[in-house]
T-cell receptor, first 115, second 116 residues
């Protein structure tokens, strides 16, 4: 069975602060994919990034960066110089390459960026 | 269409009534998923359609829930004899292949179901 844990239920920061959202996963498979999605107040889940289990290279996209470490089964997400528009619920998710091909989501982290 | 479209966006129904939720997926993307998002349970997988293969129904919470996909396109999720615990946001998603093959899922805005 697979599991995704996002221990931070809610984080509040002031604009321009950096913030890291934690994600820890569990799986017995060697091939799997990790995702981050953003859910703004409008409700639609927006894809942010996908990473496969064989690619531990960290990625940076603008103010967003992701740190994937297989040794600790973590896939953390950092927003640099946060903005009010970053306020949303962020979900980490996992899918295996075999068996049920559906995303297993963490419980989400609500990020509030105060002006 | 340009994205996944779900209808209705909101539905209020009386306990015991049947409801149908509709999903128009992204044209050309063969995989379709239904998820449920509720306060106590987070985001739960319900059912998965991939092309002409038999659907994966392993996430459906009870036999009151069913779904079909006609012509490999539009999907309908039906809940019979609704209960208050069915109140949630029901999300539909499209992807090119199963996400196990690395394809991201594109989500609709969901149908908020309230059972009173």
């Amino acid at each position: 069975a697979q599991k995704v844990t996002q221990a931070q239920t809610e984080i509040s920061v002031v604009e321009k602060e950096d913030v890291t959202l934690d994600c820890v996963y569990e799986t017995r498979d060697t091939t799997y994919y990790l995702f981050w999605y953003k859910q703004p107040p409008s409700g639609e889940l927006v894809f942010l990034i996908r990473r496969n289990s064989f690619d531990e290279q960290n990625e940076i996209s603008g103010r967003y960066s992701w740190n994937f470490q297989k040794s600790t089964s973590s896939f953390n997400f950092t927003i640099t110089a946060s903005q009010v528009v970053d306020s949303a619920v962020y979900f980490c998710a996992l899918v295996m390459d075999t068996g049920r091909r559906a995303l297993t989501f963490g419980s989400g982290t609500r990020l509030q960026v105060q002006p | 269409g340009a994205g996944v479209s779900q209808s209705p966006s909101n539905k209020v129904t009386e306990k015991g009534k049947d409801v149908e939720l509709r999903c128009d997926p992204i044209s050309g993307l063969t995989a379709l998923y239904w998820y449920r998002q509720s306060l106590g349970q987070g985001l739960e997988f319900l059912i998965y359609f991939q092309g002409n293969s038999a659907p994966d129904k392993s996430g459906l919470p009870s036999d009151r829930f069913s779904a079909e996909r006609t012509g490999g396109s539009v999907s309908t999720l039906t809940i019979q004899r609704t209960q208050q615990e069915d109140s949630a946001v029901y999300l539909c998603a499209s992807s090119l292949t199963g996400p196990g093959q690395g394809a991201e899922a594109f989500f609709g805005q969901g149908t908020r179901l309230t059972v009173v």
